[in-house]
């Protein structure tokens, strides 16, 4: 393996081919080796994605999948491709263990809002600090890019992709905790993204397969929408990631992030945004479906995206912007202008290359990749803090404990896709240790006639756990009838012991005015592990 890149050249010295290359950022699988990849039809073998960081000469890599301390060797293996210093990225919005095992996974960002809602300093301070640990420990696997925070302003219960990953419902609650963690972000050398421009909170529609339409007037997303994109920004957030929206108020034929007036007049005249315009995913549906491969990477060029992200076709997407330039329809000045900006956001993460090294990553002035700094005890307290902090009680607590006929059954969206629950996991192994018999219930679960689906054991005693969010591509819309079918059943049957929600607080909203106060409810916003421990203590307190 040759070594990473030294440092960059002067943009002006590449051709406009090369130019134009650099602003597109390519996904790849975060495994080390071309059978693990997990989603083929988007991430390229090892010898694709070498030609395409190395011939092309594409600007970055955004990266999905993999444990932590692999993540470390692949960012060094991809600079290494590289003749030029690459952008690193990924979607940690809930801290770097949400893509790779082993870092801190954090409860979603609507925890630490539901804590502002309480306690506004100590929410103020856990932002913060999601943001300082959730950079430093990107810089320790070879990561320079943050693509977050979330700054849409979740308003619409049904929202399917954006959900717990917002902060909250006002633009207030967050403004303030999505400005703290671009604060504590700033602490080390790393990019951070405020997400998606001009917001996505109104929403019911999942822009991973379809164009949502947002109908508001411009006064309605002057108050609502735009204020916590204008925070970040003030804050110095270095990037902003377009929506692929409709919204027929600022313009009426494209979506956001092939729209001119909003990307160009609105953020960067209007707004005043200096920093890099990056487009959302061009492979999601929204966008792939209605523009094509090649003439969506062009319309995002003209309306003014510096970075384009997930093309469908890197290659024929790179022709395509040149070939756009050739013709006169995109001048060269356009292109200059992007990778000015690129080459600003470089030289900031210069200092955090996947070089290997003994150097503290604690250190933002020697910030030398070292995975071992990973998961450190204020990492680990600050993110079950948050857990605890959050966590939603209602009726008697604790449980009884109980002997006989116990069943533990468990709904969640994809069993077959699931990172947080194994036969370890404490919403499995906890009620285990106390006699209860576990039952599964998924999608795939046969549910004609729903009673045969938990008919195999007879129970008295049913502690019922749900894990339902919103999700992108997999939105748990179809799971929540399944889940209410169960739940009253269990009451008609008089079987329910207790009630554990994990996830969307819009779901606890459907299910807490049926309970009888008698039957205890527990409601976390972490679906992690450490989030289930922490819920269920409550119920099961150690003895």
């Not at 030294?6 to 495994?31: I, K």
């Not at 979330?150 to 619409?156: E, L």
């Not at 929506?243 to 992030?257: G, N, S």
Request: charge should be negative; glycine fraction near 6%.
């Amino acid at each position: 393996m040759k070594s990473v890149p030294e440092s960059l050249p002067e943009w002006e010295s590449l051709t406009v081919p090369q130019q134009v290359a650099q602003m597109f950022v390519v996904r790849a699988s975060g495994y080390l080796f071309d059978h693990q990849i997990q989603y083929p039809e988007w991430e390229p073998p090892r010898a694709k994605l070498q030609h395409w960081i190395q011939d092309l000469g594409v600007g970055g890599v955004i990266l999905l999948g993999g444990s932590a301390g692999e993540l470390a060797l692949r960012s060094q293996q991809l600079q290494s491709f590289a003749k030029i210093p690459l952008l690193i990225a990924a979607d940690i919005e809930e801290g770097v263990g949400q893509r790779f095992s082993g870092a801190i996974w954090f409860p979603p960002p609507m925890a630490i809002g539901a804590i502002f809602r309480k306690d506004v300093a100590r929410a103020l301070h856990y932002a913060q600090e999601m943001g300082a640990i959730t950079a430093s420990e990107a810089l320790a696997i070879g990561i320079n890019w943050v693509l977050s925070p979330v700054v849409d302003v979740n308003n619409n219960p049904l929202n399917p992709v954006i959900n717990v990953r917002a902060f909250g419902e006002t633009p207030e609650e967050v403004s303030q905790l999505a400005s703290a963690f671009i604060q504590g972000a700033q602490r080390f050398p790393v990019l951070t993204t405020a997400k998606h421009f001009p917001g996505h909170g109104d929403t019911a529609v999942d822009s991973h397969l379809d164009l949502p339409v947002l109908p508001h007037s411009p006064a309605r997303l002057g108050e609502i929408e735009l204020p916590p994109f204008a925070s970040a920004i003030a804050s110095g957030v270095d990037a902003v990631m377009s929506a692929h929206l409709l919204i027929p108020a600022w313009d009426t034929e494209r979506p956001a992030t092939l729209s001119y007036p909003i990307l160009t007049s609105l953020l960067r005249q209007e707004l005043g945004f200096e920093g890099l315009i990056v487009t959302d995913a061009l492979v999601m549906g929204a966008i792939a479906n209605r523009y094509g491969a090649s003439e969506a990477p062009v319309l995002a060029v003209e309306a003014g995206a510096d970075i384009l992200l997930m093309p469908v076709d890197p290659a024929g997407a790179i022709q395509a912007v040149c070939d756009a330039v050739t013709e006169g329809r995109i001048s060269e000045e356009r292109i200059r202008a992007s990778v000015e900006r690129i080459w600003k956001a470089k030289r900031k993460v210069q200092g955090s290359r996947a070089d290997l090294g003994d150097a503290p990553i604690s250190n933002p002035q020697s910030p030398i990749p070292n995975p071992l700094q990973l998961a450190s005890p204020h990492a680990l307290n600050t993110s079950a803090n948050i857990s605890r902090d959050s966590l939603l009680v209602h009726g008697q607590v604790p449980l009884p404990r109980n002997t006989g006929n116990l069943r533990n059954l468990i709904v969640v969206d994809d069993v077959l896709n699931c990172k947080f629950l194994s036969k370890l996991a404490p919403a499995v192994a906890l009620p285990k240790s106390l006699g209860y018999q576990l039952q599964l219930v998924d999608p795939h679960t046969p549910t004609a006639p729903l009673s045969d689906a938990i008919a195999p054991i007879s129970t008295t005693k049913t502690l019922l756990q749900l894990f339902i969010r919103g999700n992108p591509f997999r939105g748990s819309a179809g799971l929540t009838p399944v889940a209410e079918d169960l739940f009253k059943r269990l009451l008609k049957n008089a079987e329910l012991q207790a009630l554990v929600i994990y996830g969307s607080p819009y779901i606890l909203e459907q299910f807490l005015p049926h309970l009888p106060p008698e039957i205890p409810c527990v409601f976390s916003y972490g679906q992690m592990s450490e989030a289930q421990a922490i819920a269920l203590e409550v119920l099961f307190p150690p003895q």
